[in-house]
Each structure stands twice: as structure tokens, then as C-alpha cells.
Nanobody, 120 residues
Framework: QVQFVESGGGLVQPGGSLRLSCLASGTIGGQYDSIYVMAWYRQAPGKEREYVASITSFGIQDYADSVKGRFTISRDNAKNTVYLQMNSLKPEDTAVYYC??????????WGKGTLVTVSS
């Protein structure tokens, strides 16, 4: 069983910044398993969930085109924590942001989400 503690969401004005955090704890994957990919997805009202950014255990980052240059993903492997620094926020970034992890064995886990609202 994997537990997530997601934090950092809230209301921010356009052009502002927020930093999301996600701590994963518990038994991840099978025996001798560990986290390989940590990522963020988001789901806006009335839309499907979409990919935002990911980072591997080796530090390789990837971003959706819509957030490149504005968002930065990072992780602390020792703490099983992933961060998402979001700058120059736009109203279209409004969504519930979900933490996602995939273990080396390929098991997937999702957090419950944290709401980000960008509005003046």
C-alpha cells in the first residue's frame, strides 16, 4: 500500500508561482522494487487527465509542450518526494494536479490530487 501526501496547491493570480510537493511512502512495488518514474498529471474541469511532467530516478526530465519553460520538476530520491515548481501560471493551468509514480517493476500508483486555481 502506497500513501501520498500532496501539498502546495491553492489560488494564485495569473503570472504567479506555486510549488507542488508529493511524498510517497509505504510498500512500493514488489520485493526489491523501488520508484523509477515520478510524474505530475492534471485534470481540468470537463477535460481528460493530461500529462504535465516526469522525472526518472536518474534525473531525466520530460515536459508537456504546454508547460515547457514555465514548470520545473525535481525529486529527492532519499525522501521519495517529487516537486513541481510552476511559474508564469496561466488561467488554463487551473486543474487538479495528481502525483504519479511507477516502480521499476512497472507498478503504477496515483495520488488523490491537489487543486490549483489560477484566477484574478
Amino acid at each position: 500500500q502506497v500513501q501520498f501526501v500532496e501539498s502546495g496547491g491553492g489560488l494564485v493570480q495569473p503570472g504567479g508561482s506555486l510549488r507542488l510537493s508529493c511524498l510517497a511512502s509505504g510498500t512500493i512495488g514488489g520485493q526489491y522494487d523501488s520508484i523509477y518514474v515520478m510524474a505530475w498529471y492534471r485534470q481540468a474541469p470537463g477535460k481528460e487527465r493530461e500529462y504535465v511532467a516526469s522525472i526518472t530516478s536518474f534525473g531525466i526530465q520530460d515536459y508537456a509542450d504546454s508547460v515547457k519553460g514555465r514548470f520545473t520538476i525535481s525529486r529527492d530520491n532519499a525522501k521519495n518526494t517529487v516537486y513541481l515548481q510552476m511559474n508564469s501560471l496561466k488561467p488554463e493551468d487551473t486543474a487538479v494536479y495528481y502525483c504519479y509514480i511507477r516502480s521499476i517493476s512497472g507498478m503504477d500508483y496515483w495520488g488523490k490530487g491537489t487543486l490549483v486555481t489560477v484566477s484574478s
